[in-house]
């Protein structure tokens, strides 16, 4: 009798322990998978960033420009939004910032995509990537600044 | 129980260790990236557009681990034919630029404890053309 009391005391401390190890280890793996996938769909949206013309004829058109890079980073495609799944559960185009850096002529010379905030249900405790993963590419497109977009 | 502990070890550090070696591949693959289209679309066959790309990827501002740490040790070499690399071309006319980043050390927590490497490198290497700027690898 005493010796399955005993067994029952260390059960229920192992337990704990292995619960608590468990718990933290799916919740490490799972923020690390997301944040391995953000790293990814911003890097995507930096390349292509970088490479697309950049057409300032309006205050409109680069608010084109940036739909299209936030459209790269979510879905993969610069056209795509309407039903087409996310590259991240749950990512929308607005939890993306776009932003560019320009020199003394007024062309972009970097420009930098990142998430603006992205909250992680990790079932056992929720958490919040806020200005991370970000990337920052030099901007190597061709500079149109009196061009409209199509 | 110790073996428990053991096994429960691998797994933390399954999750853990190698969850962070993925993200550092990832960084260090787009700084490459970067770093490389940049350094490409300053080549224009002078000796001068060899300098201003060497420049360019030290501006390359992103870092690595979660974001925290500096790419150090970066290498950049120039190419005409993609086949023979230098880091100083004595021939100007490069129109391809090679960046590695060779020593990204991951720290390994977990693994370690069960016979795991202590660190894990993750290097990455991009490689751009110029005119016009494009990954080629």
Redesign the interface.
Known sequence: MRRRGHAMLELAISAGVMVSFLAGTFQFGYAFYVYDQLVTAVGNGGRYAAMRTYRAASAEDVEKARTAIRNMVVYGDPRSGNGAAPAVAHLTPDQVDVEWTKGESGAPEWVAVSIREFPVDAVFAKFTFRGRPGVEFPFVGKYAPSEKEP | ?SV?MLL?LA??G???DL??V??AR??A??FT??AA??A??KLDGTTQGIERART?VA????KWN??TEKFTGVIVEFSSDGKKWERDPKDAGATMARVTAPSNQVEIFFLRAVGGPATFTVPARAVAGSNP???IQ
Do not use: C, K, W
């Open positions: 129980m428990t429960l797994v933390l399954m999750a853990f969850g962070r993925y993200i990832n960084e693959q787009v990236d970067a289209m940049g490409a679309s360019m501006r390359v501002p992103m979660l974001g700027v494009r990954l």
